[in-house]
T-cell receptor
Framework: GAVVSQHPSWVICKSGTSVKIECRSLDFQATTMFWYRQFPKQSLMLMATSNEGSKATYEQGVEKDKFLINHASLTLSTLTVTSAHPEDSSFYIC???????????FGDGTRLSIL | SQQGEEDPQALSIQEGENATMNCSYKTSINNLQWYRQNSGRGLVHLILIRSNEREKHSGRLRVTLDTSKKSSSLLITASWAADTASYFCATTSGTYKYIFGTGTRLKVLA
């Protein structure tokens, strides 16, 4: 069964709208959650790492005020794309840190389309 | 920055043939994972290989790892049309922060 639940799977909204994406780890507690972004026909690029109860760490070039991350519990992390614009249209995928040397699983992704 | 480079970028084969994809990376790793992604979908985990392992099998999949060359290969034997997807390698140096390769787009023709 699914290990990671990501919601919503698809969002279409107008420019200027803020969009929240939820990511839940189902079978285990995730102290760390990774958020990736993937543009068409490209690979996944790590955006930020969120840690439960503390501030997220953002990769170079990713605006922390644009992509707000909250990791309030061990099973839920959220990514909010604030005042989204067409260039933010992308596929966003979350992944909780695995336990030990276990495989890393990913959510099914959220396709964000900004008109 | 992306750490892994995959080769080839695209591969087209006939059903029943074998498909081989290669991944090279730049720094020491703790483990390497291979994933499949169907168009517009999430990632499906295929195989994890640790830095002290040289080869792993899972069904029709065979993964090799050569840490001296900083490279890995994924072999899909007797491919099916359903194997059509993009394949990515991802590496970590132990922080669980995975860096993905550029990916190989595989097309298996029926």
């Amino acid at each position: 069964g699914a290990v990671v639940s990501q919601h919503p799977s698809w969002v279409i909204c107008k420019s200027g709208t803020s969009v929240k994406i939820e990511c839940r780890s189902l079978d285990f507690q995730a102290t760390t959650m990774f958020w990736y972004r993937q543009f068409p026909k490209q690979s996944l690029m790590l955006m930020a790492t969120s840690n439960e109860g503390s501030k997220a760490t953002y990769e170079q070039g990713v605006e922390k005020d644009k992509f707000l991350i909250n990791h309030a519990s061990l099973t839920l992390s959220t990514l909010t794309v604030t005042s989204a614009h067409p260039e933010d249209s992308s596929f966003y995928i979350c992944s909780p840190s695995p336990m030990g040397n276990q495989p890393q699983h990913f959510g099914d992704g959220t396709r964000l389309s900004i008109l | 920055s992306q750490q892994g480079e995959e080769d080839p970028q695209a591969l087209s084969i006939q059903e029943g043939e074998n498909a081989t994809m290669n991944c090279s990376y730049k720094t020491s790793i703790n483990n390497l994972q291979w994933y499949r992604q169907n168009s517009g979908r999430g990632l499906v985990h295929l195989i994890l290989i640790r830095s002290n392992e040289r080869e792993k099998h899972s069904g029709r999949l065979r993964v090799t790892l050569d840490t001296s060359k900083k490279s890995s290969s994924l072999l899909i034997t007797a491919s099916w049309a359903a194997d059509t997807a993009s394949y990515f390698c991802a590496t970590t140096s132990g922080t669980y922060k995975y860096i993905f390769g550029t990916g190989t787009r595989l097309k298996v023709l029926a």
